[in-house]
């Protein structure tokens, strides 16, 4: 290999980077643009769900039972109604997600020591969020009934009385149980994928349909020489992006990073060559940019958001699209990024991410590299 050769490929590529006004539009622009849609326009948390609720015992109890409510980010309490259609209403017209009935009985039951039910009624045309409010709702019931149970309990003598059980609950890592801790960082495997795969994807399949890969041919430069060449201009424009978008996650949406700068820029680093080695083996089969982009997309940019616990928790799909994540490589870099960002994991603890990503580098930087000399020859 000749150091000469490999640097005169690259700078040509740099050049052809530079003069090309849609790369380093993706380039430069993209990163910021997915960094704000995610950051600020996906978001998984359910806060101030609307309730509508109808009061038939109107007593002091029913009315602290509402104030529980009121007093949690989770619920907004948006009206009072006096009867049934009212609230259906509500709920047919998506005004309210939750309607609350308490029974007119209520706190005479109470205060006899009886059980007594509220019912709850959910808009489900949204499982996901009507689950979530489910579990908010019996939360809340569960909490007030404990105090109900405990305030009968010292009417009646006993003084001591204590709930049996109870849970003392303390959240590590992602303490406000905000999901942009771990969405933000999960979009820099998105851009990767982008900068990496999509770009160098055309960089062949530039040169076939420019007729320019005759004169490459001709030339005495080696196929392991060109692949190096082609992808190293790519390989530091994805490491900047990937130092753009940290400085997002952490200064603009206030993401904590308890990790080290050296274990980040490590995994990146391997994500990177596999998705650029990923992108040269797609731009060397298909001879046509616009084949090869999609491809790309296909190949990267889909796995990486939906298979790679990006969103979804991988633990909650089917058993065969689980197997099916194992050979995507942003579910490494994810796991990865999330550890380092959140937890502060040190590269010694991540081998079960960075193992896989290696093998995943070398397996496409040869498959790269024969299926390009097979080309040649």
């Known amino acids: 290999m000749s150091f000469t050769r490999f640097l005169a490929i690259a700078r040509k590529e740099l050049i052809q980077i530079v003069r090309d006004t849609r790369s ?21 948390d359910f806060k101030h769900i609307p309730v509508y609720v109808f009061d038939r015992d109107s007593s002091q109890r029913s009315r602290d039972l509402v104030k529980e409510f009121q007093s949690t980010q989770y619920f907004d309490v948006i009206r009072a109604v006096d009867n049934y259609a009212d609230l259906i209403a509500a709920l047919d017209s998506g005004s309210a997600k939750l309607g609350l009935v308490i029974p007119p009985d209520f706190a005479r039951t ?10 709850a009624l959910v808009d489900a045309s949204d499982d996901n969020t009507a689950n979530v409010t489910l ?25 001591s009385a204590v709930v049996p059980l109870s849970v003392d609950t303390r959240t590590w890592y992602n303490e406000n149980l905000e999901s ?35 004169q490459l041919v001709s030339t005495p430069v080696s196929a392991l020489e060109i692949l190096l060449g082609k ?7 994805g490491l900047l992006d990937v130092a753009i978008c940290a400085g997002f996650a952490i200064f603009w949406f206030q993401v904590p990073f308890r990790g080290s ?7 990146s680093a391997l994500f990177m ?27 990267t940019f889909l796995p990486a958001f939906l298979l790679s616990g990006f969103l979804f928790a991988i633990e909650q799909m089917p058993k065969f699209v689980q197997g099916v994540t ?3 490589p942003a579910r490494y870099y994810i796991s990865a990024l999330k550890k380092i960002f959140l937890k502060g994991s040190p590269a010694s603890q991540l081998y079960g991410d960075l193992l896989p990503l290696a093998v995943f580098a070398l397996l496409l930087a040869t498959l790269a590299t024969r299926t390009f000399h097979k080309r040649l020859a």
């Open 24 to 44: 380093l539009g993706i380039v430069l622009v993209m990163p910021i643009v997915l960094m704000l849609l995610f950051g600020y326009g996906v978001s998984l």
């Open 273 to 299: 060559v596999v998705v650029l080695c990923l992108g040269f083996l797609i731009s060397v089969i298909a001879k046509n940019q616009l084949a090869a982009s999609q491809i790309a997309l296909i190949a």
């Open 110 to 119: 109470l205060d006899d020591g009886g059980a007594t039910r509220v019912q």
């Open 231 to 237: 992808l190293t201009p790519y390989f530091f424009i």
């Open 135 to 159: 579990s908010y709702t019996q939360g809340i019931l569960g909490g007030f009934s404990q105090n109900v149970q405990l305030g009968f309990l010292r009417r009646q003598g006993l003084s």
């Open 326 to 328: 194992y050979i995507v």
């Open 180 to 214: 942009k801790a771990f969405i933000v960082p999960g979009v820099l495997a998105l851009i990767m994928s982008v900068i990496g795969a999509f770009l160098t994807s055309l960089t062949i399949a530039r040169e076939w349909e420019r007729g320019t890969m005759e």
């Open 261 to 267: 700068v050296i274990t980040l820029a490590l995994s």
